[in-house]
């Protein structure tokens, strides 16, 4: 019983919902008031028909007069709770949806990465539109109307009773069928309602996928596949959609079917009364006023139930989101973001570290290296090595299954994750840009000056491109900056890096997608930027790290030979098997590396 009432539902509702709804407390209490004096109206107002009634039948005047203003009173009344009521509801409404909103926003830039790379971006999107817009059906009258409902139903009984206790048991007759329909309708629209939010995220996922890899799309020519999964969701959501139509349409046909009954036999049986003496016409009006506040309050409960099933799906989808593991328990201050590390050198020390992103693979097995402060560290080797989840692990991103990593002789686990990440310039693979001028996307919240940011730019060799720009440095670099290169996308992540000035420097394939004329440029920079600093580069030219202090080569998690370019090259192995591949790809060993079998004509 408790499961078809969807009583757990309820529950759960009220979990989430209820210290949101505390904090709108007056705005509620405003509602509660309001609709007690919409009740008060309705029945002083049926009273004023009732006495009009008689008095007019009794050539009453001097009491109609009376009654007229009583009557005036009462309608500006009524309007003037009308207009209170729209305002509180959407103080409630929108209070509660904006703070919904926030609490999931905060959470999701807060989450694990592990988590973030298993949500898909367009479900969660949904989440934040489609869920929340449920939810916001639910709120303001609706939840006031819980209590509205018993409300009207007894004072409008017990009025009713006084008046005539015969009629307004008529009520009682349709109360087992509403509470039994609202039962079936609940649970058939939550069912439904469920399937309709999941594939309403995976509408949107398509819809972001669409936009963020239209190039693939384009070039691939996916339009006919990306159209026709998107239009086989539709025609299924058009279904789900009609289906709840249905369903509504006919809880809709019930409710009306027992209003009408209801007044008819009220109206019958109050006419055969006063033929009878027993009962004056004003009365039967004053009834037949009020009588549908005996129906409503019974079919209503059960429409608002299928409303609260019907958001109780999209409560789960958020609570869902809300109860993922957090990777800090709070957003970090405000200023850490501007914040500069003292720039004297750290040491970066692995110590038998193991990490696997799933249990069955793992990455790395008791891996220990030492970066020592203030040296050029690199690290090679094919790709699906590792080396980027070094960096990961470093950030704080990921947290390894075992070992430690220290930084300067701290372990990263006793920091707090926003104070070791101001120690870190990371230029990533891709870098990315955000909807913004190209000043913000180099500042990204710090504090420089005009000077200081041509600086940086000029060392990463973009400042020559953006003073080509009519608006320079003020442009607009555009969602995910599309109006860039991904070269000037990569110099400015360098540019960043240069205004971040942190005492550790992670390059990861930092100039991968540069020319070699202005790779060598950007070299300068680099080279400027790592002077004093620890610096650990991936790099897949090798050209680039020759001068490192020195070079790790890793191949399968593993540390397979260390030591400087010439003394890796003397030494053969993986280091110059890497080393011909990519710098003389057309050599006897590179060849011999990609498996081809050559006669060696010497
Ligand atoms: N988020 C992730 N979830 C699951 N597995 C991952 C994830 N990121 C990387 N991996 C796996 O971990 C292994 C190491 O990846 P990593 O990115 O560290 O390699 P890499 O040496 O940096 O490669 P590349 O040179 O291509 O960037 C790979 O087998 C990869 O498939």
Same mark, same amino acid.
């Given at each position: 019983m408790r499961k078809w009432l969807g009583y757990d539902n309820f529950k759960k509702t009220f979990t989430l919902l209820g210290p949101h709804l505390m904090k709108h407390w007056v705005s509620y209490a405003g509602l509660t008031a309001v609709m007690i004096a919409q009740l008060l109206c309705a029945l002083a107002f049926a009273s004023f028909l009732g006495q009009m009634t008689d008095a007019a039948i009794h050539s009453n005047f001097a009491k109609l007069t009376g009654l007229t203003f009583g009557g005036i009173g009462i309608v500006f009344g009524m309007v003037f709770i009308g207009y209170l009521n729209t305002y509180l509801q959407s103080s409630a409404i929108y209070g509660v949806k904006r703070d919904l909103k926030m609490a999931l926003f905060h959470h999701t830039l807060l989450l694990r990465a592990n988590v973030m790379s298993s949500i898909r971006s367009g479900d969660l999107i949904s989440r934040f539109d489609n869920d929340l817009n449920q939810i916001e059906n639910m709120l303001g009258s609706r939840l006031i109307d819980l209590l509205r409902y018993p409300l009207v139903y007894c004072s409008v009984f017990i009025y009713l009773f006084h008046i005539n206790a015969l009629l307004s048991l008529i009520s009682w007759g349709i109360a087992p069928a509403a509470i039994a329909g609202s039962a079936i309708f609940g649970v058939l629209m939550r069912r439904n309602s469920r399937y309709i939010n999941h594939l309403t995220g995976a509408n949107t996922q398509i819809v972001s996928e669409a936009l963020q890899g239209f190039l693939v799309i384009r070039s691939f020519v996916l339009q006919h596949s990306f159209f026709s999964r998107y239009e086989k969701q539709n025609h299924e959501l058009f279904r789900l959609e009609m289906k709840n139509a249905k369903l509504r349409g006919l809880y809709y046909a019930g409710g009306e079917t027992a209003s009408s009954l209801t007044f008819f036999s009220s109206l019958s049986l109050g006419a055969y009364l006063i033929s009878y003496g027993e009962m004056t016409i004003g009365a039967l009006m004053t009834f037949i006023t009020l009588v549908h506040y005996l129906v409503f309050p019974l079919t209503g409960a059960a429409g608002n139930w299928a409303a609260f099933q019907k958001a109780s799906g999209s409560i789960e989808r958020i609570q869902a989101i809300l109860d993922l593991p957090l990777e800090a328990p709070d957003l970090p201050p405000s200023a850490i973001s501007a914040k500069t590390y003292p720039s004297t050198p750290q040491s970066i020390d692995f110590d038998r570290v193991s990490f696997s992103y799933?249990?069955?693979?793992?990455?790395? =097995? #008791?891996f220990s290296l030492s970066v020592p402060a203030g040296r050029k560290t690199a690290i090679v080797g094919y790709? +699906?090595?590792g080396k980027t989840t070094l960096f990961s692990l470093i950030l704080g991103i990921y947290q390894p299954q075992a070992g430690t990593i220290r930084i300067n002789g701290q372990?990263? #686990?006793?920091?707090?994750v926003y104070d070791l990440r101001a120690r870190i310039a990371h230029v990533p693979q891709e870098a990315t840009l955000f909807n913004g001028t190209i000043r913000e996307n180099l500042l990204l919240g710090r504090q420089k000056s005009p000077a200081e940011i041509v600086k940086a730019a000029r060392m990463a060799a973009i400042d020559d491109f953006i003073q *080509?720009? /009519? @608006? +320079?440095? @003020? *442009?607009q670099v555009g969602e995910r900056g599309l109006i860039l290169s991904g070269g000037q996308k990569q110099r400015l992540a360098i540019a960043r890096a240069l205004l971040k000035n942190a005492p550790i420097l992670l390059l990861d @394939?930092? *100039?991968?997608?540069?020319d070699s004329e202005t790779e060598e440029k950007v070299k300068t920079a680099l080279d400027h930027l790592m002077a004093g600093r620890t610096t650990l580069i991936i790099a897949h030219r090798l050209s680039t790290i020759q001068n490192a202090d020195h070079i790790v080569v890793m191949e399968k998690g593993q540390i397979v030979q260390e030591g400087t370019h010439n003394s890796l090259m003397a030494m053969g192995g993986l280091y110059r098997r890497l080393h011909n591949e990519r710098e =003389? /790809? +057309?050599s006897y060993d590179a060849i011999k590396v990609m498996g081809l079998s050559v006669r060696k004509t010497r």
């Open positions: 799933k249990p069955e693979l793992h990455v790395l =097995n #008791q790709s +699906g090595a372990s990263i #686990q006793d920091m707090s *080509t720009l /009519p @608006e +320079g440095y @003020e *442009t @394939e930092a *100039t991968s997608a540069l =003389n /790809p +057309g």
